[in-house]
């Protein structure tokens, strides 16, 4: 892991400076849509294998997770399968406040609270 603490100061300080120009940032939250659970058997999948598909599948999310920006997932649309698509609102570091009422004012827009994803027998 030598070297990978300067890649995240840089991450954190190019954030830092996106930040001073915008609010907030909208990505999605996957790169796909959701997957079934269950429909690959990680048990059999080599671990570096594994975790670049994971990498693939949430190119967005880690992110904010390491550079310790705000973010909010909320589900502002669903897929032809009834399960929900994710977007993504980052902010600055310390802005959860903002991004809590922006999904307040999402969520009266779309309401979401009272959806629930289909049940699927495998």
Same mark, same amino acid.
């Given at each position: ?6 890649? =995240?100061?840089? &991450? *954190?300080?190019?954030?830092?400076? !996106? !930040?001073?120009?915008?609010? %907030? ?6 790169? +796909?849509? %959701? =997957? $079934? *659970?269950?429909?690959? +058997?990680?048990? $059999?999948?080599? !671990?570096?294998?594994? $975790?670049?598909? %994971?990498?693939?599948? #949430?190119?967005?999310?880690? #992110? ?5 920006? @705000?973010?909010? @997932?909320?589900?502002? /649309?669903?897929? /032809? ?5 994710? /977007?993504? =609102?980052?902010?600055? *570091?310390?802005?959860?406040? *903002? #991004? ?5 004012? #999402? ?12 049940? =699927? &027998?495998?």
């Amino acid at each position: 892991m030598a070297g990978v603490i300067p890649v =995240f100061e840089a &991450a *954190t300080a190019a954030l830092d400076r !996106f !930040f001073t120009d915008w609010d %907030v940032l909208l990505t999605p939250v996957l790169r +796909d849509p %959701v =997957f $079934k *659970t269950g429909r690959r +058997d990680t048990t $059999k999948i080599p !671990f570096a294998q594994l $975790k670049q598909e %994971v990498f693939d599948y #949430l190119p967005y999310t880690p #992110l904010h997770n390491i550079c310790g920006t @705000s973010a909010v @997932s909320v589900p502002l /649309s669903w897929d /032809s399968n009834g399960l929900p698509i994710g /977007s993504q =609102f980052a902010a600055r *570091t310390g802005a959860e406040a *903002t #991004l809590l009422a922006l999904a307040y004012e #999402l969520e009266e827009a779309r309401p979401w609270a009272k959806r629930r994803p289909p049940v =699927f &027998a495998m």
